[in-house]
Nanobody
């Protein structure tokens, strides 16, 4: 059974930083794409960033230059460093993982496994 558990969310003022973590266990496929999605109230789930097994990374335009996705394979951990946070970054953030991602990388159906989410709130 695959389990993804997010942590690191919280409340921060605009311009601040947070680091999200995702602990993965039980994943059996050799290939993967692993990423972060977010969903604000009344809005669709949005792909934020993803990383492929070969180390390729992709970001949605609104976070480029501010967010960095990384992983520690030895610890089965995924991270999202979020700097220069804006009120529009407020959302529930989800970690997701799948055996293969096509185009576009942010299509939720590529990701077979999902965490429960961690809330990020940015105040102005």
């Amino acid at each position: 059974q695959v389990t993804l558990v997010e942590s690191g969310g919280g409340s921060v003022q605009a311009g601040g930083s947070l680091r999200l973590s995702c602990a993965a266990s039980g994943y059996i496929y050799s290939n993967y794409c692993m990423g972060w999605f977010r969903q604000a109230p009344g809005k669709e789930r949005e792909g934020v960033a993803t990383i492929y097994r070969d180390g390729s990374t992709y970001y949605t335009d609104s976070v480029k230059g501010r967010f960095t996705i990384s992983e520690d394979n030895a610890k089965n951990m995924l991270y999202l460093q979020m700097n220069s946070l804006k009120p529009e970054d407020t959302a529930m953030y989800y970690c997701a993982k799948g055996p293969w991602c096509g185009d576009p990388w942010y299509r939720p159906s590529w990701y077979k496994y999902w965490g429960q989410g961690t809330q990020v709130t940015v105040s102005s």
